[in-house]
């Protein structure tokens, strides 16, 4: 069976600072990947998706970026954090394993930015 | 542009109650729609619907698409307070990957 794996589960981090997240999913291979940004209050806004190792597209301009190194690794950063990169990030997988259109989400990380 | 939405925002009941989850759509491509139900984190995936009229079902939930008149229900009968949280309504429409656009979600809170 598929897992997906987020961390950290919450992180502060300070105005300026830089961010890195990561996301990694076991159990499949060549899945399309998702990094999703959920505001409180807010429905799940698309950041950037992944169909294959170095290939990202992004939705949104803004302040991140996305890298993917490997198959099923991908990472979510910024060089410097600004207050309204705060939120809930999830990443999520789909693919051929499972139901191809449904996408599965990772337990998310909480970011605070001060 | 694309569009999900959701109604009601909000919704509070008791146990037992029956309740009706709405989900309205403009995409200029439809694929399917999918329910996921958000507790604390991460979504978890209730339904996909991809044709009109054919009800899909899950112990008390069920959901149903209407393709000519671009909605969707989600309907919980005999609601606990394990039910409460947040519906979220997305549809995917066919490109280079399997794009979901989200709806806000309706707060589900379900009391004793």
Redesign the interface.
């Known amino acids: 069976s598929q897992t997906i794996h987020q961390w950290p589960a919450t992180l502060v981090q300070p105005v300026g600072s830089p961010l890195s997240l990561e996301c990694t999913v076991e159990g499949t291979s060549n899945p399309n990947l998702y990094w999703y940004r959920q505001a409180a209050g807010r429905g799940l806004q698309l950041l950037f998706y992944s169909v294959g190792i170095g290939q990202i597209s992004s939705e949104v301009p803004q302040n991140l970026s996305a890298s993917r190194p490997q198959d099923r690794q991908f990472i979510l950063s910024s060089k410097k954090l600004l207050l309204s990169d705060s939120g809930f990030y999830l990443c999520a997988w789909s693919g051929l394993a499972a139901n191809e259109e449904t996408q599965y989400f990772g337990p998310g990380t909480r970011l605070l930015v001060l | 542009e694309d569009k999900?939405v959701q109604s009601p925002l909000s919704l509070v009941v008791h146990e037992g109650d029956t309740v009706t989850l709405n989900c309205s759509y403009e995409v200029t491509n439809f694929?399917?729609l999918?329910w996921?139900k958000q507790e604390k984190?991460?979504?978890?995936?209730l339904f996909?619907l991809t044709s009109s009229g054919i009800e899909k079902k899950s112990g008390r939930l069920s959901s149903i698409l209407d393709k000519k008149e671009l909605f969707s229900i989600l309907n919980i009968t005999a609601t606990q307070t394990g039910d409460s949280a947040v519906y979220?309504c997305?549809v995917?429409f066919p490109g280079?990957?399997?794009?979901?656009?989200?709806?806000?979600?309706t707060r589900l809170q379900v009391f004793p």
Not at chain 2, 41 to 45: D, R, S
Request: hydrophobic share 40%; glycine share 8%.
């Open positions: 999900v694929r399917s999918l996921y984190k991460a979504p978890t995936f996909m979220l997305a995917n280079n990957t399997d794009k979901l656009i989200f709806g806000t979600g």
